[in-house]
């Protein structure tokens, strides 16, 4: 005899047992809440203090926005730590000077940087749904090689304040993570431009060269050449660059893009 199963049978069976709440830290492997682990505990801090203290432990990790912790299939066990109340969502602005809390999210950059190679970087990096999620921190700290919002902080000498009062250059911070990122600081003035080249015009660029003049020089950063962005103060910088490789494009290739777009964004400057 055939043993048919309703909808709501199947629903009832799906359905998680009772969750598990301790203080603030919530034990979904107890909860059965999900099959395959990934976030296994979750607090939320109200003070750095704290924050701090829970991030030393292992398998700790800090939650932002979290499109990328909560994107990473390969991880598991994981005990997030999340941000959101901390009150580092807070935005201050002295002429071009902008100085974004680490949660601040990209759609407050591009509210902010209007009309500046910031907001545009910003509208590249994500879709707007997920721009009101993703965090300029986050953003620095998952330092990800085809970030043109990473890039363009990198071409604008943006630099990192971190939880114990230091002050790093986002290039530096991003070379070697340290500290939690409590907030960026950029000046987000000077002519701009950004050249790339994609599968398709609004595709994560197979390589991206962004550039900034300011009363420095010119600084450029590429995307699409290494693990983390790339900063160019000059056409042979480029050019002594041995990028990577992957399906979506050769060390070569890469190579050719960075030399041909780097002259492109250097004409467009100069
Ligand atoms: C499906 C998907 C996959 C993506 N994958 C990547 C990727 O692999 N690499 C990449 O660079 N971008 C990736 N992106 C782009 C990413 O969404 C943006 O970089 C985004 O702005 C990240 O911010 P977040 O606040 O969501 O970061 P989160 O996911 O919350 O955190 C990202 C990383 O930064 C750490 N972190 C967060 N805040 C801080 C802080 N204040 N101080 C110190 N550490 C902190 C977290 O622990 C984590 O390791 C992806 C986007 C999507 C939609």
Request: a negative charge.
């Amino acid at each position: 005899m055939l043993a048919l199963t309703s909808p709501r049978q199947l629903l009832r069976r799906r359905m998680p047992q009772k969750p598990c709440f301790t203080g603030r830290a919530f034990n979904l492997v107890s909860a059965n809440f999900i099959s395959v682990p990934l976030i296994v505990e979750y607090h939320r801090p109200e003070s750095l203090a704290e924050a701090v203290e829970l991030l030393q432990q292992p398998d700790h990790v800090a939650l932002a926005g979290g499109t990328v912790v909560n994107a990473d299939r390969n991880r598991s066990q994981l005990v997030a730590v999340d941000l959101q109340s901390l009150g580092l969502d807070v935005v201050s602005r002295e002429a071009s000077r902008v100085q974004f809390g680490a949660m601040c999210r990209l759609s407050e950059v591009e509210k902010q940087c209007s009309g500046d190679l910031l907001a545009e970087a910003a509208r590249r990096e994500l879709p707007s749904t997920l721009r009101t999620v993703g965090t300029v921190g986050g953003t620095v700290a998952a330092g990800g090689g085809e970030s043109l919002m990473l890039a363009a902080l990198m071409a604008s000498g943006a630099s990192v304040r971190t939880v114990n009062g230091g002050e790093v250059s986002v290039e530096r911070y991003v070379s070697a993570p340290s500290e939690l990122i409590v907030g960026v600081d950029v000046n987000a003035e000077g002519a701009w431009t950004i050249e790339h080249t994609g599968r398709t015009p609004m595709d994560t660029p197979i390589v991206a060269v962004v550039g900034r003049r300011s009363e420095d020089g010119i600084t450029l950063a590429l995307t699409g050449v290494g693990t983390q962005p790339v900063v160019a103060r000059s056409l042979d910088d480029i050019k002594q660059l041995i990028p990577i490789d992957d399906f979506r494009g050769s060390s070569e290739y890469r190579h050719h893009l960075s030399v041909t777009l780097g002259e492109r964004v250097l004409g467009d400057l100069s």
